[in-house]
């Protein structure tokens, strides 16, 4: 048995399509990859698959003010 903390890990990013993108992440994890999705969309299709997902917000055009609001709610952080 394969330790989870040995396999590859892979993070798909999309938008608010990337529910299209489960069967291949389903294929993925099928090969051995841990798998974790993040995107705009509906979380509701990835829990139905039991995939990991994260939904954030992305304005798709440039808005200081709420830049300004995600960075001083801590929503970016440092990953090691």
């Known amino acids: ?36 999705a993040a995107g705009t969309g509906d979380s509701a299709p990835f829990a139905r698959a039991s995939l990991d997902y994260h939904r954030f917000h992305f304005a798709r055009f440039v808005d200081p003010v709420s830049d300004r609001d995600h960075k001083d709610a801590g929503l970016y952080r440092r990953h090691s």
């Open 1 to 36: 048995m394969t330790d989870a903390h040995s396999k590859p890990r892979l993070l798909c990013i999309g938008g608010e399509d990337h529910y299209f993108r489960i069967p291949m992440l389903l294929a993925l994890q099928a090969k051995g990859f841990r798998i974790s």
